[in-house]
């Protein structure tokens, strides 16, 4: 262009190798994209009871919650929104939920963080079982 002087070859690597850097810090840290509320602002129906057996746990992905049921038959709900960076938890291996950002692990039967860096366990949702459905909702 005239007029306008050409980048300098260093001023013009800088700035490749910044941005890729700066664009997966962002995409790492946000909340995952996956549009859904952060936890359930109003009961939701999950699922059928018998879903979650004594002793186990069930991730519901699209509601960001996760049941589990103590061997005694007690249901607890928890967020599935990590407490580090907010990103959506999406996988369970047992009962231990991982969060894809940055590897914080906790435990879906107390919502206790088990593997840094989170340090803040998973928030507590109000869970009952009507009609057969389990139902979570935000805590009373």
């Not at 005239?2 to 909340?31: D, F, I, N």
């Not at 103590?70 to 959506?88: E, M, R, V, W």
């Not at 919502?111 to 869970?127: D, F, I, M, S, Y």
Request: aromatic letters at 2%; hydrophobic letters at 40%; one cysteine or more.
């Amino acid at each position: 262009m005239p007029g306008r002087p050409a980048p300098s070859r260093r001023t013009v690597l800088r700035g490749a190798a910044l941005t890729p850097v700066a664009g997966l810090g962002l995409a790492a840290c946000s909340g995952g994209g996956s549009g859904a509320a952060a936890t359930p602002t109003a009961p939701v129906e999950l699922g059928v009871e018998s879903e979650v057996a004594k002793g186990s746990a069930k991730l519901y992905r699209d509601q960001n919650v996760v049941v589990s049921r103590a061997a005694n038959g007690t249901l607890k709900a928890y967020s599935t929104i990590c407490t580090h960076a907010q990103c959506p938890i999406n996988k369970l291996d047992g009962t231990t939920l991982i969060c894809p950002c940055h590897g914080s692990e906790f435990d879906a039967m107390t919502g206790k963080v088990v593997q840094a860096p989170a340090t803040e366990p998973l928030h507590e949702l109000k869970v009952t079982a009507e009609n057969g459905k389990i139902v979570a909702g935000p805590a009373a």
